[in-house]
């Protein structure tokens, strides 16, 4: 897949050489909660995954890209399609910045403007959606600035140790 990007960043596919970085984002526990992990990936099963995702989305049902600086190409994250639904075209997405030094920067809505084009353009979908903790107050407000509406409320949906957390679903139609 060729590079998508804007000025700001660029999403590509994932690469063998890539192993070590997801090794290190996926077994951070402070990102467990989001992603819905609940035990380490061994760097056997996250080579299995980047394997994977040579194959067809409409194969996998879903897509990983790294997002990286435009400028200096340095890794920064990842956008993920996920629950990928071609006959109602549709999909999940999610979008992750690791370093706290790198949040802020607008890197995670340049990562969604690019996600949310190539996906309304070249896979031609009609709906996306994110589901979003109710107290992620940062990650709600970027979904809206994106064009995402909040559409539901999931009352008590995430188990976070002996507490619940309500969550919400966002959407956005292609129009």
């Excluded at 596919?13 to 070590?20: G, V």
């Excluded at 995702?53 to 399609?81: K, N, P, W």
């Excluded at 109710?134 to 999931?154: C, I, Q, Y």
Aim: net charge negative; proline share 3%; charged share 25%.
């Amino acid at each position: 897949m060729k590079r998508l990007e804007n000025g700001l960043v660029a999403l590509r596919a994932l690469e063998p050489e890539d192993i070590e970085l997801l090794y290190g984002w996926e077994n951070d526990p402070k990102l467990w909660a989001v992603s819905g992990t609940t035990a380490p990936f061994s760097r056997h099963v996250l080579t299995q995954f980047i394997e994977s995702q040579l194959q067809d989305i409409y194969q996998t049902r879903q897509m990983r890209l790294v997002i990286e600086t435009a400028d200096t190409l340095r890794s920064i994250g990842t956008f993920d399609l996920f629950d990928f639904d071609p006959i109602n075209a549709r999909a999940g997405v999610g979008v992750m910045i690791y370093a706290e030094s790198d949040m802020g920067q607008g890197y995670a809505a340049s990562a969604i403007e690019v996600g949310v084009d190539y996906c309304f353009r070249v896979l031609g979908l009609h709906q996306l959606y994110a589901n979003v903790a109710a107290d992620n107050r940062p990650s709600l407000a970027l979904f809206r600035k994106m064009g995402f509406e909040v559409v539901a409320e999931k009352k008590d949906w995430i188990r976070c140790g002996n507490s619940w957390q309500t969550e919400f679903m966002l959407t956005r139609i292609n129009k």
